[in-house]
């Protein structure tokens, strides 16, 4: 029966078939669509939107001019690095259907979109940082009697506190996720932060499963991250940080900026300040890219009469690049589960 005549117009404005654009040609093509969290996100080459329909917006449907909306949250893309390893990943190893009944999957894929809005807004720094040392190497020094006038980093202290913030920031959702997947007191009564997982997972699992040494190795690069960000917002003499801008060595040669950290358990040597915000971006990516498949393989639901377990695709099997993903071995030869 054709119930139109008992609908309000609004109701079939809202039911009619329509169309949505996202975004520009600008950001290629759309690569994947995911609901995460109540929200709607559309994955393109070189963006990430948000999508909210007017029923998301107008839920009792109370006005027939509440338009659709599409809103840029991300300038990178299912072809960007960070975005396969962290956003991608997530979607591809955090499935209702592939994780056991006690994992809130909706809230670990939450989560890691808060871990790549920091990260991504800590590559945006290191990739500022290196571009304008860049441009400076190109300058030349004209000495004018003993003289000499140096090149300076104006915005080092702020963009260095930025990034070590945004580490700490996306540090601490690493271990939220990890709450996702196993009991947050239980974690926090192991020990402190990602200490808690590493002694608990020493305790639960065998001591030379990979799952162990790496959520150790883990927490270490926690606590370092954790300690510089104390060194930078409560300094003190032994707990700081030293920036130098450039300068001239006794050697009467050009050094770059660098930076070390003072603290008596997680100290840093003076290091090139791009060098150092490389380096800890790539090793929080890295290690937030492995934690996740390590939580997903020691949390698969059961499959029928076949088992399955997380890791390394093969590469002419993988989708949208992504390094890990769900395996079954059939008569000897691995395929990846769709």
Known sequence: MDDRGSKRRIDLIRESAGSLT???DS?????SMATIAGRLYG????AIYVIALADDIDPERTREDIPNTTQKIFDVGSKDEIVIRLL????ELFK????SDSVYFEKALAIVVEIQKDLAAASLIVDEAEAFLAKARESQLHPKGNAVSLPSFPALHSQTKS???KLDHATQNIFNLCCVFYDQG???KAGKWLDGLANHLSKTLEPNEDFARFATELATFGKIVRNTRHCIEHPKANQRIDLHDYRITATRSLAEPTISVIHDETPVDPTPIAEFMRYFYEQALTGAELLMAFLAGYHVAEFGQFPIGVGEVPENQRSNGVRFGYLINFGGTVHRLG
């Not at 950001?27 to 690569?31: L, N, T």
């Not at 991608?88 to 979607?91: K, R, S, V």
């Not at 209702?96 to 994780?99: E, I, N, T, V």
Request: net charge positive.
């Open 22 to 24: 996202i975004g520009d």
């Open 27 to 31: 950001d290629g093509a759309i690569v």
């Open 43 to 46: 994955i393109k080459e070189r």
């Open 88 to 91: 991608l990943t997530a979607i």
């Open 96 to 99: 209702k259907d592939r994780l």
């Open 163 to 165: 990034f070590i913030q």
């Open 186 to 188: 239980v974690l926090r």
